[in-house]
Structure formats: C-alpha cells, structure tokens
C-alpha cells in the first residue's frame, strides 16, 4: 500500500514557477514509476510527466514540454515537479500517481488506468 501526498499548489501569475512536491509512505516507492497528472474544471484528467523507477527515463506532454521538469529522490521518497513559465492555461488540480505493476510502455503510460495510486490532489491557478 502507498499513500501519496502532494504539497507546493498555489496562485501565481502567468510567467511563473512553481514546484510541486509528492511525499510518498511505503518501501516499495523506489521500484515504481510515478507519473503526474492534472484536471481542470470541466475536463478529463490528462497527463503531464512520468518518470521510471530509477529516474533515468521522463516523458512529457507536448503542452508541457521544456517547461516542465519531472525528478525523483528515492531516498525520500518524494516525486518533484518544477513547473516554469507558468500559462493560465496550466490551471488544474495536479495530482501525484503511482504505477505499481509496470506493465505500460511508452504512450500506454500516459492513460490514468495505469497507475493504482493517487494522491488528493493540489491546486494550481496561474492568472494572466
């Protein structure tokens, strides 16, 4: 069982950066892959980044790509996110995810149904 907890959200205006921070519990956070995902009002949940067990492979949404960074210190078992040149439309609720089985590949892991752990979620809002 892992139990993920998110921190970092928050109200910034368009422009700037932003990390999130996912606090996992439990041994096993090292051997999973972690991905994050973000909502916004209205709208599926769509993926933002991934990151594999040893931190050597990350994939982005195009929307996201060379904004964003996905990092991760198994020591602390926490997943980061650094979130720069912030857009109003990056506003959503961003949730941390982790993948326990690691049968996905590539784009497959992109689909929510792949990850068996979620946090609650926290808050982005970038205003123009």
């Known amino acids: 069982q892992v139990q993920l907890v998110e921190s970092g959200g928050g109200l910034v205006q368009a422009g700037a950066s932003l990390r999130l921070s996912c606090a996992a519990s439990?041994?096993?956070?090292?051997?999973?892959?972690m991905g994050w995902f973000r909502q916004a009002p209205g709208k599926e949940r769509e993926f933002v980044t991934r990151i594999s067990w040893s931190g050597g492979s990350t994939s982005y949404a195009d929307s996201v790509k060379g904004r964003f960074t996905i990092s991760r210190d198994n020591g602390k078992n926490t997943v980061y996110l650094q979130m720069n040149s912030l857009k109003p439309e990056d506003t959503a609720v961003y949730y941390c995810a982790a993948d326990p089985w690691g049968y996905c590949s590539g784009s497959e892991c992109y689909v929510p149904r792949w990850y068996g752990y979620w946090g609650q979620g926290t808050q982005v809002t970038v205003s123009s």
């Open positions: 439990g041994r096993a956070f090292s051997g999973y892959g």
